[in-house]
């Protein structure tokens, strides 16, 4: 320490100098009045934090016992006295005066705080550090009224800060319809000039500025808004939400709140690029409605075609059949062996080219010909489905069980349908053993308006790789003379489901059983298809 100077007002006076220890004692001494002469406490610390030199108002302010203050102490004894009597930080009791001497031991450089005394009464604390290290330290006792006002300086300053930092435009009057906050994002927005941007400026002239330039909101017209009424409305004080293009093309949003001592808020949002994606939206919409119509229009032709073409072939079908039968009977001994077999040849494709035209009617008529949802009980579907497959059971020599089922919102007719093609499915393609099909249900996985339904049967199985190609319209797995059927099945089974809101899947191990799950919607759910 002894390589220090010991007293910066050695160093603000110049210390010795060529004129003698005499004049460097005379500054000292000049500067020393001066700090008594001040109005604010005065402290000075080394860069040990020991004082080095203060003033009486120092003592004067804080109060301090006779003799405690001396040069040399530590700014930590200070701290520690000053915080066993109550002193605290008065815009935030929970900082420790601990914690603002470490803020000095950061060498953070220059900060102020406010200290607030036992008595009640605020010390303006303002720190300066010096060049070697050490520090000033000024205090200034804060009247109600100064308080106040430096309390108004900082919330202004505060909030001049956050309206520059904002992407809105947002102006402030007040009831005299004064301008008294803004920011400069709100005049470049609307493309006003520097000038008019000012504290103080009437609401009027701006306004007036508009009524110039022609500029209207989207519920105002030149013919509907004058100038008068647009200060009357503002100075009514009620909300009020706008539009404005402005002549290059851009849309800004304008809000108007009012404020409770009087005056109003306006904000200023550039609302280009949403106007932009809800029109390109909106024209999406129409060519969507558009394509929609369409599709309905195509689908109620298709299924008028389906159904003219169901009927129109069918009879030719059905005659050459019959013609085919009858010359097999009246021409037997006549036709000779493979007479017969062409003729079985031509009566079998009748017959399947008819079963393939009544499936393909009845799978166009899934999503035209339903019913309205009401609550269906699956287990009435599941009596209906098992007497319809009465022969079918008894001739494979199988078993159909099942668990109690729920009651669900959908269609009754396309439930037998749905379950029988399932059930009869899994008694058609069965394995060596007697077929074992069962029906569950619990809970749809993550969705707690639908049921899973569940058909687990025990035969040949799927391979994976076809899970997805099964529930595609006339796909088939098989030789035609193995398995009967025109693949339409599992089609009409998932376009059922689709239509009353589910979904279907198949798990399946070839040669140990599959298990068809679907869901439904539960009883009391909407459910509108």
């Excluded at 102020?112 to 300066?128: I, M, N, S, T």
Aim: aromatic share 6%.
């Amino acid at each position: 320490m002894a390589s220090r100077e010991k007293n910066p007002l050695d160093r603000a006076q110049g210390g010795a100098t060529a004129a003698g220890p005499a004049a460097g004692a005379s500054g000292l001494l000049n500067g020393m009045e001066i700090l008594e002469a001040l109005t604010q406490g005065v402290a000075i610390f080394d860069a040990d934090f020991r004082l080095v030199h203060h003033n009486a108002r120092f003592i004067d302010l804080f109060d301090f016992p006779p003799d405690f203050v001396r040069i040399g102490m530590s700014l930590e004894d200070i701290m520690i006295f000053n915080r066993e009597r109550g002193v605290k930080d008065h815009n935030n009791p929970t900082t420790t005066l601990e914690g603002l001497a470490a803020r000095v031991a950061r060498r953070a450089g220059p900060f102020r705080v406010e200290l607030e005394l036992p008595d009640g009464h605020v010390l303006a604390l303002r720190h300066a550090p010096l060049h070697d290290g050490g520090f000033v330290n000024t205090y200034t006792r804060i009247t109600s009224r100064s308080l106040a006002e430096e309390h108004s300086r900082q919330a202004l300053a505060l909030l001049q800060d956050v309206l520059a930092n904002m992407a809105d435009g947002v102006r402030v009057f007040d009831k005299d319809l004064k301008l008294i906050a803004f920011n400069e994002r709100a005049f470049d927005m609307m493309d006003m000039p520097k000038e008019l941007q000012r504290v103080g400026i009437s609401y009027q002239s701006l306004t007036e500025f508009n009524r110039m330039r022609g500029d209207y909101d989207s519920d105002d017209s030149a013919d509907n808004i004058s100038m008068e009424d647009r200060v009357a409305r503002a100075r009514s004080g009620t909300g009020r939400s706008s539009l404005q293009t402005l002549p290059d093309g851009r849309v800004i949003q304008k809000r108007r709140n009012a404020m409770p001592g009087g005056g109003f808020v306006s904000t200023y949002s550039d609302i280009t690029g949403l106007k932009r994606t809800e029109e390109a939206l909106a024209e999406k919409a129409r060519a969507l409605e558009a394509a929609l119509d369409e599709l309905k229009r195509s689908n109620t032709e298709l299924e008028q075609f389906a159904y003219v073409a169901s009927h129109d072939l069918q009879e030719p079908l059905r005659m050459v059949g019959s013609y085919c039968q009858l010359l097999s009977r009246r021409y037997r001994d006549k036709l000779g062996e493979d007479g017969q077999e062409f003729i079985g040849y031509a009566v079998d494709g009748a017959e399947r080219m008819q079963k393939l035209i009544n499936d393909l009617l009845m799978y166009s008529r899934v999503g035209t010909r339903g019913k309205t949802p009401a609550p269906v009980p699956l287990e009435k579907i599941m009596e209906a489905v098992e007497q319809n497959l009465k022969i079918a059971i008894q001739e494979s020599g199988g078993r159909v069980t099942h668990d109690p089922l729920p009651v669900i919102m959908g269609d009754d007719v396309q439930m037998v349908q749905l379950l029988q093609n399932l059930i009869g499915n899994a008694l058609k393609f069965r394995g060596e053993a007697p077929p074992e099909v069962h029906v569950s249900a619990d809970a749809a996985p993550g969705d707690p308006r639908r049921w899973r339904i569940s058909v687990r049967d025990n035969g040949i199985g799927i391979e994976p790789a076809y899970f997805d190609r099964i529930f595609q319209i006339f796909q088939r797995l098989h030789e035609r003379g193995k398995y009967p059927g025109t693949g339409i099945g599992l089609a009409v089974c998932k376009k059922i489901v689709e239509r009353h809101g589910g979904v279907i899947s198949v798990a399946s191990t070839p040669g140990a059983g599959s298990t068809f799950s679907f869901t439904l919607t539960k009883e009391g759910s909407a459910n509108e298809f």
